[in-house]
């Protein structure tokens, strides 16, 4: 067999090249030397950005006072001070609170001891009764004691550390027993100062951050710095609200309940929830554990444990999702994602941090090209829109996903705004692709057969607004929710009502063009007529070419729908189609769906009367319209709707 006479096949489509090696290489180098300088430069890095992330919670704060006249730099100071005067009472209150439950300590130590006993002796109990079904009985065994060992003589004593050793160098002393307490302070202190100078110097900070990354591009770096401020501190402000909320009502249901010190729970409630998913119960386990110890019984463990999860579930389910919406922009999966990644980094306070930080390089990533991957893989905004993403399902074959995206879209829109929008232009992309090439014949048909399978899957759909409405099934992907959406043709005909030549079986018939996927456009427009009361069939181009035109059979049609998906800017051959038609049924109306709107022969009035249709649309929303048209004319009182 010869090169030309090979027919091109899916082994055999040619795959665009890859980015280049060393620009790989290169790229991952550099993340690798980021991800260590975060590592090791942690001990700077994590107050700093401590700083930057509570100088956006202040930030509000600070305009609302600036507003009142106050100047920058009291409004700066009365904001800080009156954060740190939060955080004072907060510890003040914790500190009180913890004092007050290891007084009573030992009261709940003996609660739980004798709990465990009895939880233990309950399993004593059931596994003797499970073991004694074998022939022994566990409570009367004996058991091998091992006599407890005793130093081989040959083996060299221990040395014991000389007793009341301590270091001499008092240096030595401060060092050990100052350093743990005073790093906190230090590391707060930091925290402070930064926080007071990025508020004092925010414009000109900001004005040194666009000079430094986009000074060629002013209105894209503001926005992105501005999208960035505006989404960290509605997020940080709205989520600073609803943990006080839950922690609120968590101590208050703690209270109700009899649980000690509900007030140091309801705080440690609020501020373990800014931890992603896992947060409210980390918090959790130590209320349970002391009720667990308070009560001789279990029924107020029991009541402990409902509340957070009831509590948890309602926020989680119910409040946040109208709260926050969409508007920290991050995917579930990149929320997971970055906490064990900054956990990793910077330990607990990582964790805590790792939403923000997260939510910065998404930003980034929206706005800095070279960081587009960022807001493809950490994002929520759909990596494909919903033509791509439905041209894949039928690009790799899959029926049943194919149908799944269908009947998501279906749930909001209309049949024929569904074909018109999604599935014509997924059909134009694998036309494109086909016809440079890109897929082979194997593969075309594969296409082809799984999108005349959705076709009639989908025939038990009706051609009309869905029911639903408001927002879109929880759990819908996005990328199914942001397509436009066209009405539907009102009209559905009586075809008993219609003149003779439209009261047959078929009145219309959907010749496809002569591209691959035609037919494909010719059978969605065959279901939408018959979805309006007028029947129609499909033909295949060979069935009207040179050989086939005279065989063709045109008994009861009253209309002819020719479908092209792509005429290459070439209309002879549609030219040529016409005039056998004309000649096959001189006084039937011809119709000609172009599909890219943007087609020379839809703009060009000189091409159009060349060609010879009657009709030219680019949609089946108006071919269907302009073929109910032309069937009532003439018709008896007609239609309904």
């Known amino acids: 067999m010869s090169h030309a006479d090979r027919s091109p096949s899916w082994e055999e489509e040619n795959v665009p090249a890859a980015a280049s090696p060393a620009s790989t290489i290169l790229s991952l180098q550099i993340g690798v030397i980021i991800v260590a300088a975060l590592y090791f430069a942690r001990e700077v890095l994590v107050p700093i950005t401590v700083a930057v992330l509570l100088s956006f919670v202040l930030s509000p704060l600070v305009n609302f006072l600036r ?20 955080i004072a009472v907060i510890g003040t209150i914790i500190g009180s609170q913890v004092a007050q439950l290891t007084r009573h300590a030992p009261e709940y130590a003996s609660t739980i001891e004798k709990k465990v006993l009895t939880v233990r002796e309950l399993a004593l109990d059931k596994i003797s009764g499970v073991v004694e079904h074998f022939g022994y009985d566990v409570k009367s065994g004996q058991t091998s004691t091992t006599p407890p060992s005793t130093p081989r003589a040959d083996s060299p004593p221990r040395e014991q550390p000389a007793p009341g050793a301590q270091p001499s160098n008092p240096l030595a002393l401060l060092e050990k027993y100052l350093s743990p307490v005073l790093s906190p302070f230090a590391t707060f202190g930091i925290i402070v100062v930064v926080a007071i100078f990025v508020l004092l110097q925010k ?48 101590g208050s249901g703690l ?21 992603p998913y896992i947060g409210s119960f980390m918090s959790a ?75 910065c390089l998404v930003v980034l990533g929206r706005y800095v090209d070279r960081l587009e991957f960022l807001d493809v893989l950490l ?18 074959g899959d029926a049943d996903e194919a149908q799944d995206h269908a009947e998501l879209l279906l749930d909001k829109r209309s049949l024929s705004s569904y074909y018109d929008e999604v599935a014509l232009k997924g059909l134009q992309l694998a ?12 593969q075309l048909e594969k296409v082809r057969n799984t999108i005349l399978g ?97 065989s063709l059979e045109v008994t009861g049609v009253a209309m002819v729908c020719i479908s092209y998906l792509d005429i ?52 089946l929303r108006a071919a269907v319209d302009v073929c109910v048209a032309e069937a009532q004319k003439g018709s008896r009182p007609t239609a309904l709707s």
């Open 67 to 86: 507003r009142l006249r106050l100047g920058r730099i009291p409004s700066v100071l009365i904001a800080v001070l009156f954060a740190i005067g939060i």
């Open 203 to 250: 414009e000109d900070l900001r004005d040194r951050m666009i000079r430094l990354f986009g000074s060629t591009d002013l209105h894209r770096t503001t926005v992105a710095m501005d999208d960035a401020a505006k989404r960290l501190s509605r997020y940080f402000l709205a989520q600073l609200g609803l943990n006080s909320a839950f922690g609120l009502v968590i």
């Open 255 to 275: 209270y109700l309940i009899g649980v000690p010190n509900p007030i140091l729970w309801g705080i440690l409630s609020a501020l373990l929830r800014f931890v």
């Open 285 to 359: 386990g130590l209320p349970i554990a002391l009720a667990t110890a308070v009560d001789p019984g279990w029924s107020m463990a029991i009541w402990t444990a409902a509340l957070y999860v009831v509590v948890e579930l309602l926020v989680s389910q119910g409040v946040e999702p109208v709260l926050y919406g969409h508007s920290t922009g991050l995917s579930p999966f990149a929320v997971v994602v970055s906490a064990i990644f900054w956990s990793w980094l910077w330990g607990s306070i990582g964790l805590v941090l790792s939403m923000p930080l997260t939510l």
């Open 379 to 396: 994002g929520d905004r759909p990596p494909l829109t919903p033509v791509e993403s439905f041209y894949q399902r039928i690009l790799a």
């Open 431 to 442: 036309a494109n692709d086909a016809e440079r090439g890109a897929i082979g014949h194997r």
């Open 454 to 550: 959705l076709i009639s899957e989908l025939s038990t759909y009706d051609d009309g607004h869905p029911p639903s409405s408001g927002e879109p099934p929880a759990g819908t992907p996005k990328d199914q929710q942001r397509i436009a959406e066209s009405p539907p043709p009102k009209t559905i005909l009586n075809p008993r009502s219609l003149s003779a030549p439209w009261q047959g079986e078929r009145p219309v018939l959907c010749l496809a063009g002569k591209g691959p996927l035609d037919e494909s456009a010719a059978a969605m427009l065959a279901q939408l007529l018959d979805k309006h009361g007028l029947g129609a069939r499909v033909a295949s181009y060979h069935e009207a070419s040179r050989e086939g035109i005279s």
């Open 568 to 619: 290459q800017g070439n209309p002879s051959h549609l030219r040529y189609l016409l005039q056998r038609l004309r000649r096959r049924l001189p006084d039937t109306p011809l119709l000609v769906g172009l599909w890219p709107a943007d087609d020379e022969v839809l703009k060009d009035k000189a091409v159009q009367m060349a060609v010879g249709a009657d009709y030219y649309v680019s949609s």
